[in-house]
């Protein structure tokens, strides 16, 4: 997810390797809490919590949850695969946003399109556990709703290189580290910077906005098992957008800017059936 790292939601993802066995499908309830910028760029953060059921299903085709909220894998192999993903991202007030004061409300948004994930390398060492580096690429198409009505904001393009690691710690501490630069089309740069006539104040000048680079995401997560049954996660990211396509807007205010999230992963039910892949 490009727009809001905060809501790329990676609790349910225990960071399991190629041959691990896991349950099928499990259940269980999800608490988390993050804190990111309103939008890309943004000078002003807001905090989100969300306590919610949660369901895995690890099936050859469908699988729910675990890194996305769906994916439909069309291949699956032992290198590479392909999928259809969705994931999504929070709204924002204008009305608590300076910048924004004014200006229409930045809607929930959600992203779907195919991904192609590679594996580059596995990696196993002598008391850390094991690792695996990843190449996924990645193309969705960007909606934005205020849960009635919907609007196509454009299409992004977001490779991703990813690295796990499960052992880092312990046994089952797991290390997430991912670097993905995003390009996005205009209608998506327009969403977040574009200023028409109606909404140009004596602070906030008119202003199109172009397609193009959009910013580059470092994102640093680790999990452990606080219980046989309760997995806790910690997650930090730095998004990094100088010399993105519209640095010179007037809603474009900090070059750099940080997400924190934290929250809990608790199983309560789970199958007693086994299956290995990712």
Same mark, same amino acid.
């Given at each position: ?53 949660? *369901?895995?299903?690890?099936? @050859?085709? /469908?699988?729910? $949850?675990?890194? =996305?909220?769906?994916? !439909?894998?069309? #291949?699956?192999? &032992? ?77 992004? *393009?977001?490779?991703?290189? @990813?690295? /796990?690691?499960? $052992?880092?710690? =312990?046994?089952?501490? !797991?290390?997430? #580290?991912?670097? &993905? ?94 299956? !290995?892949?990712?």
């Amino acid at each position: 997810m490009i727009v809001a790292s905060s809501a790329n939601i990676k609790a349910q993802e225990e960071i399991s390797l190629e041959d691990d066995l896991r349950p099928v499908w499990e259940a269980g309830i999800f608490a988390a809490a993050f804190n990111s910028p309103e939008y890309p760029a943004a000078d002003q953060s807001q905090t989100n919590v969300i306590p919610s059921p949660y *369901f895995i299903y690890r099936g @050859k085709t /469908l699988r729910i $949850g675990e890194g =996305s909220i769906a994916r !439909a894998v069309a #291949i699956d192999k &032992s290198w590479y695969e392909l999928d259809l993903s969705l994931s999504g991202s929070f709204g924002a007030n204008s009305d608590d946003n300076i910048a924004r004061e004014g200006m229409p409300d930045l809607d929930f948004i959600f992203e779907l399109g195919p991904q192609l994930k590679m594996r580059l390398a596995k990696i196993e060492f002598a008391e850390h556990g094991k690792g695996e580096l990843f190449l996924n690429l990645q193309t969705r198409s960007v909606f934005s709703t205020d849960f009635s009505g919907m609007d196509h904001r454009g299409y992004v *393009f977001q490779p991703e290189f @990813k690295y /796990l690691q499960r $052992g880092w710690l =312990s046994e089952k501490t !797991a290390l997430s #580290i991912s670097l &993905s630069p995003t390009w996005a089309t205009e209608k998506l740069h327009d969403y977040f910077y574009q200023v028409d006539q109606d909404f140009v104040t004596e602070q906030r000048q008119l202003f199109d906005a172009k397609g193009g680079y959009f910013g580059t995401r470092l994102l640093l997560s680790v999990s452990f098992n606080a219980t046989q049954d309760i997995r806790v996660f910690l997650g930090s990211s730095a998004s990094m957008h100088g010399g993105a396509a519209n640095e010179n807007s007037p809603l474009f205010l900090e070059q750099n800017t940080f997400s924190f999230s934290a929250g809990m992963v608790w199983r309560l039910w789970e199958s007693d059936e086994r299956v !290995a892949g990712r």
